[in-house]
């Protein structure tokens, strides 16, 4: 990853590949969309499959193209704190190639899907069948991810507004940012146009570690700000450790997850909520100093 733009460039993806590579998957962290045209056509040239998780993206752009828009699939997230929500939970999967995205309806319910062939009475042998779909002679194992009706209402109506809930986002973000402008602890991101949605309001504290943990601290034990650190880097968590997955060469993310700061940050975030939290990052840093 880039530290300053916290995301994969083509460049950084090509210095990594191995003839096992199938697929690329590029995260746009924090909102921001990657270098898409630049990274869909190293994967062309490669023949890989390129996946966009487009979870904290959602309506960002780049060149007048949404993000999610540029792969052969795409993954959104409707959670809560996401910009655009589906009260609580939700996702949805973007699939290029036709002959894939028809398997997706039984990969979504329990392996529900049409029978394959006319039936002369509609009721005969039942409203629809369950199957276990195949991709390439293999069989693929079904799930229960349904999204219910009122869910999609509301996502539907909110992605009408999702340009404007960006803009609006961004534009507090950027009020934030500009404010602390003259603090040389905190380097921020800054993007004025729709490649970036300000999912979340991201910092490094360039002072180090320590300096961010006494951040952290005085934020939420003095002025009572619980600032957050994410995301821990996939080859640190237990998980990953068991799998043998623990080796990785990622120098820019461990930096950057050593020293970030993830402030709060939503659309209903009240005005004297951020300007609150505005002069109490002043005053906390003021004090370390």
Not at 23 to 51: S, T
Not at 145 to 164: F, P, S
Not at 203 to 213: F, I, K, L, N, Y
């Amino acid at each position: 990853m880039d530290l300053q733009t916290r995301v994969v460039s083509a460049e950084s993806i090509a210095k990594v590949l191995t003839p096992r590579t199938r697929a690329v998957v590029v995260v746009h962290l924090y909102g921001y969309v990657a270098d898409m045209p630049a990274i869909a056509e190293l994967c062309r040239q490669r023949g890989l499959i390129l996946i966009e998780d487009a979870a904290q993206s959602i309506g960002a752009e780049l060149d007048g193209q949404k993000s999610g828009s540029f792969g052969d699939m795409a993954i959104f997230s409707f959670h809560s704190h996401k910009n655009l929500t589906t009260l609580g939970e939700g996702g949805m999967l973007y699939v290029r190639d036709p002959r894939m995205a028809a398997l997706i309806p039984a990969l979504r319910h329990n392996g529900h899907c049409a029978y394959a062939f006319e039936r002369p009475d509609y009721w005969k042998p039942a409203m629809g069948n369950v199957d276990m779909p195949i991709l390439d002679g293999d069989f693929l194992q079904p799930n229960n991810y349904c999204l219910g009706e009122v869910e999609c209402a509301l996502g539907a109506k909110l992605l009408e507004r999702i340009d404007t809930i960006n803009d609006e986002k961004r534009a507090r973000a950027l009020r934030f940012i500009d404010a602390l402008a003259d603090v040389p602890e905190l380097e921020f991101h800054r993007v004025a146009t729709r490649r970036h949605n300000y999912h979340l309001l991201a910092a490094r504290m360039v002072t180090g570690p320590e300096q961010r943990d006494r951040f952290l601290r005085r934020m939420h034990d003095d002025k009572g700000i619980k600032c957050v650190v994410q995301y821990i880097p996939l080859n640190r968590y237990d998980y990953y450790r068991r799998l043998g997955l623990d080796k990785a060469d990622c120098p820019n993310a461990d930096t950057f997850f050593d020293s970030m700061i993830s402030f709060p940050f939503q659309h209903w975030l009240r005005e004297e909520d951020l300007d609150y939290m505005l002069q109490s990052t002043r005053e906390v840093l003021a004090s370390l100093r």
